[in-house]
């Protein structure tokens, strides 16, 4: 009988985590998006908006009700101290409620008949909630190929990239802690090579 496998993705900002993602979609598991989740939850549950206005203030959302993520990024992303414990504040209201429907959307996978799935988030480590998975796998880059997909994107500078960098745990220190590291600084084709590589370990691991 195959084990239920519930695997964590990690990777600081811009290391490509979330293409990785996407490939393993491709393949056909199903993949919990933690910021997506975290988003949408900021917006739909009545008890994580009141939180988020008694900390942060009205102007943490805009008049339709939807969030307000300029002004919130431009809080939890400016170069001050401050900034980081209000990213750190909001992290812990938010975390909680994004564990609780994970939980949730977990019983429903199982009870659809999947057998193994998969958990995306940035802040694995960060958050200290590596404990809850099976395996973890961490997406990792040069920092130049960072920088690269950011200008590609022309979304981010170079200062922003180091600023998001800065409110992570350095790569390299969570080496020691996961189970597959995937160097994503190739093409596409070879990080395909390697994540469809990773899952066939997986599904071996499964049937142990």
């Not at 990080?191 to 142990?208: A, C, F, G, Q, W």
Request: net charge negative; hydrophobic share 40%; charged share 30%.
């Amino acid at each position: 009988m195959e084990k239920v496998l519930f695997i964590g993705v990690t990777g600081n900002f811009g290391t490509g985590k979330s293409t990785v993602c996407k490939i393993i979609e491709e393949f056909g598991y199903p993949i919990i998006y933690s910021d997506s989740l975290a988003k949408e939850l900021m917006v739909k549950n009545e008890e994580l908006k009141k939180r988020i206005i008694d900390n942060f203030g009205e102007e943490a959302y805009l008049e339709d009700g939807s969030l307000n993520r300029k002004w919130l990024a431009e809080k939890v992303f400016s170069n001050s101290p401050k900034s980081e414990r209000i990213l750190a504040r909001l992290n812990a209201i938010v975390h909680p409620f994004v564990l609780d429907e994970t939980e949730k959307i977990i019983t429903r996978l199982i009870e659809e008949g999947n057998r193994m799935f998969f958990f995306e988030s940035a802040l694995i480590f960060e958050a200290n909630i590596q404990n809850l998975f099976d395996y973890i796998i961490l997406v990792d880059s040069k920092k130049e190929k960072i920088y690269e997909r950011m200008e590609i994107l022309g979304k981010f500078s170079k200062e922003d990239v180091d600023l998001r960098l800065q409110r992570q745990i350095p790569a390299k220190e969570k080496y020691n802690s996961v189970d597959f590291i995937i160097q994503n600084n190739g093409s596409l084709d070879e990080l395909k090579t390697n994540v469809k590589l990773i899952l066939e370990m997986l599904e071996e691991l499964s049937k142990t």
